[in-house]
């Protein structure tokens, strides 16, 4: 059974600072994977996608790397704003499965000035 | 549209009573899914369409659930005789096809209170 983690569960920084938020599966055989933000009372913002094939994506400020064969993937931020405050969650597509995404427990994140 | 619209955004029932929750999804997707979300970030998979047909339900309570996506219609969940534990937010998503490159894009959820 697939089983998503992510460390840190919470954190706290002040702005400027890069950061790295860590996800791992128990099943390297995946799909895809897909990191998200969530802002309180809110749905899910789709940020990146990565492919089984790919290694990394990058949008902006943010580049998410993927290790299958080691099962974890990583969120990073660069320069983080105030405006980056939220929960990030990762969610796997299995690949045998059907289309349903398993997610992560979340990492959420305040920036302060 | 261009964003998933989920109506209404929040939903008191007392239990025992009937909710129903809608879902536009983005036009020219084809794949509806819809997941729970209990306490803060535990996400459950409960159904997913291909246009009108159920493509996987393996996530759904059988017996008081259900759902429907109908042609020129937003898609539905309903829930009979409610109970204390069906207190959750649930999602609606869509997605343009299952290629591997074709992230789901989320609603803003329907919060349902039963009291």
């Known amino acids: 059974k697939q089983e998503v983690t992510q460390i840190p569960a919470a954190l706290s920084v002040p702005e400027g600072e890069n950061l790295v938020l860590n996800c791992s599966f128990t099943?390297?055989?995946?799909?895809?994977l897909q990191w998200f933000r969530q802002d309180p009372g809110k749905g899910l913002t789709s940020l990146l996608l990565?492919?089984?094939?790919?290694r990394e994506q990058t949008s902006g400020r943010l580049n998410a790397s993927l290790d299958k064969s080691s099962g974890r993937s990583t969120l990073y931020i660069a320069a983080s704003q105030p405006g980056d405050s939220a929960t990030y969650l990762c969610?796997?597509?299995?690949?045998?499965?059907?289309?349903?995404?398993?997610f992560g427990t979340g990492t959420r994140l305040q920036v302060f000035p | 549209g261009e964003e998933v619209a989920q109506t209404p955004k929040h939903l008191v029932r007392g239990e025992g009573q009937k909710a129903k929750l809608y879902c536009a999804p983005i036009k020219g997707h084809s794949y509806v899914f819809w997941y729970q979300q209990v306490l803060k970030n535990e996400f459950k998979f409960l159904i997913s369409?291909?246009?009108?047909?159920?493509?996987?339900e393996t996530g759904m309570p059988k017996e008081r659930f259900s759902a429907k996506c109908l042609p020129n219609s937003p898609c539905s969940l309903e829930i009979q005789a409610t109970k204390l534990e069906d207190s959750a937010v649930y999602f609606c998503?869509?997605?343009?096809?299952?290629?591997?490159?074709?992230?789901?894009?989320f609603g803003d959820g329907t919060r349902l209170s039963i009291l």
């Open positions: 099943d390297s055989a995946i799909y895809n």
């Open positions: 998503a869509s997605s343009q096809s299952r290629q591997s490159n074709q992230p789901q894009h």
């Open positions: 990565i492919q089984s094939s790919q």
């Open positions: 369409f291909q246009n009108e047909n159920v493509f996987d």
């Open positions: 969610a796997v597509r299995h690949h045998v499965d059907t289309d349903k995404l398993i």
